[in-house]
């Protein structure tokens, strides 16, 4: 099992939710930031993971490769060890009940709020036009989380900001209409929660990129991985230190390479005394590989054998079932007419 920091991963058992885009490729950011904690917290807690395709089309999408992408990262997540037996997998679209909340919590959200959205603001950044989806993508992120009646969200933490908006949301939902949704509380790895960019180790690493040498792929075979990892950019001097602000590029290639071999940084540091950049760069490699290795394994044979479509109709109806009278409860709290 891959080792997490933190008390609160014990008993009690929780509810748990998360999302990923399919939106690019996979990289190791995702991985390490998320998906890790996602496959370590399944046998601790009750788990739904779900591939927010919905969310992806807030920003355009060409339909056929969504649908494609859709599929690679449910087939992934299995891969990387979500156990269909432990957890709940689906796909956002498969619930109606995500859109329809989203539209109730529209009015329970204000303009202001979304406006101060940090990624709101990136993602708007250069864009001609901006879809009414992107600004309010926050709110179905809110519902996602909170039609689960969900304890912890694991995340990375670029989301943070977003889990704070949805707990301000449930509290003011709640104190409006009544006790009705759990606030949530965001799972943010110690190390590991912002993986940078290969090649500007000041911004994160992001599938969206369309740099492919700023983002290590899951799907990246072993030469594309050493390549990348070559590529990457150092910093001035010579020495292998942990130091975010001075050496972001040594630091992040440290981190990296202390989640793959399972270190802490100290140890990871300690490997590398009197070594110099190009040594570093090698176990990075190395690292990186052996763990992505038994996933594009896993991931291979789930391809093969049509594995994803029932794990994807069990979820779906799972889902469902939990997600469909909480929203009874809402549309009848803020006084919808029942049919
Ligand atoms: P997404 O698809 O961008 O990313 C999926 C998860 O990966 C984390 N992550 C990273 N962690 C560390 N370093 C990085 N460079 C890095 N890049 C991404 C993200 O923080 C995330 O946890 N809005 C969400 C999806 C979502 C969601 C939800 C998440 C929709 N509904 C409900 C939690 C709960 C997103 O775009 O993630």
């Known amino acids: 099992m891959t080792r997490l920091s933190g008390a609160k991963y014990h008993l009690p058992?929780?509810?748990?939710?998360?999302?990923?885009?399919?939106?690019?490729?996979?990289?190791?950011g995702n991985y390490l930031g998320a998906l890790r904690q996602f496959v370590a917290l399944q046998h601790e807690h009750e788990c739904f993971f779900c591939v927010v395709d919905l969310h992806a089309i807030t920003v355009?999408?060409?339909?056929?490769?969504?649908?494609?992408?859709?599929?690679?990262?449910?087939?992934?997540?299995?891969?990387?060890?979500?156990?269909?037996?432990?957890?709940?997998?689906?796909v956002q679209s498969h619930v109606p009940a995500h859109a329809e909340l989203c539209w109730i919590l529209n009015s329970v959200t204000t303009f202001g709020e979304l406006g101060r959205m940090t990624q709101f603001k990136d993602k708007?950044?250069?864009?001609?036009?901006?879809?009414?989806g992107l600004f309010n993508y926050p709110i179905l992120m809110a519902a996602d989380i909170l039609l689960y009646r969900t304890h912890l969200v694991p995340v990375g933490a670029d989301q943070k900001q977003h889990l704070e908006l949805t707990r301000e949301v449930a509290q003011r939902f709640n104190s409006r209409y009544g006790e009705t949704f759990v606030v949530p509380e965001p799972l943010i790895p110690k190390v590991g929660a912002r993986i940078m960019?290969?090649?500007?180790?000041?911004s994160k690493m992001s599938k969206s990129s369309e740099v492919p040498a700023s983002y290590i792929?899951?799907?990246?075979?072993?030469?594309?991985?050493?390549?990348?990892?070559?590529?990457?950019?150092?910093d001035s001097g010579r020495e292998v230190r942990y130091a975010p602000q001075e050496k972001p590029g040594v630091s992040n290639l440290l981190v990296i390479y202390a989640l793959c071999s399972d270190k802490s940084i100290q140890e990871a540091e300690r490997d590398f005394e009197g070594a110099g950049y190009a040594d570093l760069?090698?176990?990075?490699?190395?690292?990186?590989?052996e763990t992505l290795r038994p996933l594009q394994a896993r991931y291979k044979d789930l391809t093969v054998s049509g594995e994803v479509h029932e794990v994807l109709a069990a979820g779906r109806r799972?889902?469902?079932?939990?997600?469909?009278?909480v929203l009874e409860e809402v549309k009848d709290k803020v006084g919808l007419l029942r049919a």
Not at 318 to 325: F, K, S, T
């Open 281 to 289: 760069k090698r176990a990075v490699a190395e690292s990186v590989i």
């Open 60 to 90: 355009p999408q060409d339909p056929s490769l969504l649908r494609a992408k859709t599929e690679e990262v449910a087939a992934l997540l299995l891969a990387a060890g979500l156990d269909p037996t432990r957890m709940t997998l689906f």
């Open 197 to 202: 960019a290969l090649d500007d180790p000041t």
């Open 13 to 28: 058992m929780k509810r748990v939710f998360s999302g990923v885009q399919p939106s690019g490729n996979l990289t190791l």
């Open 217 to 234: 792929a899951l799907l990246d075979p072993p030469d594309t991985v050493r390549a990348k990892v070559a590529r990457a950019v150092t």
């Open 318 to 325: 799972r889902a469902a079932e939990v997600a469909g009278p």
């Open 124 to 132: 708007a950044k250069g864009r001609k036009s901006v879809s009414a």
